[in-house]
């Protein structure tokens, strides 16, 4: 088992920034879902396990980000809107594929969530 603990949600208004960070012991593939109520989660972002390959859905706004040192993964959100409201799930993947993986089913480990609302 691998414990992902995601922080960083909260309430803001439109335009607005938040930091997402997800805390994972070792270096796995990771990834940045999102799931609205009675929806999919989808892919916002992920970075492979060397941190050399990454991939944003909306590159403008959104970034991915690494920190080695403290055992985390950044997601950086900017100039927020109401329909980036949802929950957010940190996730990891043991593959070795080298690259990033979007697809959910993709991940064996998820974080429990937080919660991001976006007011206009």
């Known amino acids: 088992q691998v414990p992902l603990v995601e922080s960083g949600g909260g309430f803001v208004q439109a335009g607005d920034s938040l930091r997402l960070s997800c805390a994972v012991s070792?270096?796995?593939?990771m990834g940045w879902f999102w799931q609205a109520p009675g929806t999919p989660r989808e892919f916002v972002a992920g970075?492979?396990?060397?941190?050399?390959i990454t991939r944003v859905r909306d590159s403008r706004r959104f970034a991915i980000s690494r920190d080695s040192a403290k055992n985390a993964v950044h997601l950086q959100m900017n100039s927020l809107k109401p329909e980036d409201t949802g929950v957010y799930y940190c996730?990891?993947?043991?593959?070795?594929?080298?690259?990033?993986?979007?697809?959910?089913?993709?991940?064996?480990?998820w974080g429990q969530g937080t919660q991001v609302t976006v007011s206009s």
């Open positions: 070792g270096r796995y593939n």
């Open positions: 996730a990891a993947s043991t593959s070795t594929n080298g690259g990033v993986i979007i697809e959910p089913r993709g991940y064996e480990y």
């Open positions: 970075i492979s396990s060397s941190g050399d």
